[in-house]
Nanobody
Framework: VQLVESGGGLVQPGGSLRLSCDVSGFSFDDYAIAWFRQVPEKEREGIAVISSSDSTTEYADSVKGRFTISFDDTKTTVYLQLNSLKPEYTAVYYC?????????????????WGQGTQVTVSP
């Protein structure tokens, strides 16, 4: 399984970004893809997850109403739309895959990670 994140960058407060997670080599019929973020010296935080079986989603309270997770038509890419960005959202954003399709946001339930993409929100 390979996960490759992209789309990060520098954006002003209030701006938007769309992150992408390209997933390959995943052979399970039903699974979940989740996004996490991490800042230095803090634990990785689960922020959004989507189910491959019915595209149901779950979000951390801290991002509800601001971030949207979605699949592309082929379900080989998972997007994370980030809106109304704040400086405190500056972090490295990672995606991961879960064969259990349980909409989990605890990073300890995930074992495979991409390299991450840096999002910096600053004037």
């Amino acid at each position: 399984v390979q996960l490759v994140e992209s789309g990060g960058g520098l954006v002003q407060p209030g701006g938007s970004l769309r992150l992408s997670c390209d997933v390959s080599g995943f052979s399970f019929d039903d699974y979940a893809i989740a996004w996490f973020r991490q800042v230095p010296e803090k634990e990785r935080e689960g922020i959004a997850v989507i189910s491959s079986s019915d595209s149901t989603t779950e979000y951390a309270d801290s991002v509800k109403g601001r971030f949207t997770i979605s699949f592309d038509d082929t379900k080989t890419t998972v997007y994370l739309q980030l809106n109304s960005l704040k400086p405190e959202y500056t972090a490295v954003y990672y995606c991961s895959a879960d064969s259990a399709d349980l909409l989990r946001l605890d990073p300890t339930d995930y074992g495979l990670w991409g390299q991450g993409t840096q999002v910096t929100v600053s004037p």
